[in-house]
């Protein structure tokens, strides 16, 4: 199970050309937390579920699930 910033960059950020620091600017995202999740060192929590279901028009359901399955396997 691939980690939920990874997913993240690889899925929805790359394909999009979209930035880390893009990312940052168009949400109300702290820098530090993107950059984190990005480098696989933190997890999606409801709060930023929230905020990238609005940005990617998802669900924050996928997000937390990307992280319950990835918690799950460690």
Not at 31 to 56: M, Q, S, W
Request: charged share 25%; aromatic share 10%.
């Amino acid at each position: 199970m691939r980690h939920p910033g990874k997913i993240l960059m690889e899925d929805w950020l790359k394909p999009h050309n979209i930035t880390r620091y893009r990312l940052v600017h168009d949400t109300d995202l702290q820098v530090n937390t993107v950059y984190r999740l990005c480098r696989e060192e933190g997890g999606i929590t409801p709060r930023t579920a929230k905020v990238l279901g609005k940005y990617f028009d998802n669900s924050p359901e996928y997000w937390l699930g990307l992280q319950m399955k990835y918690s799950l396997t460690k």
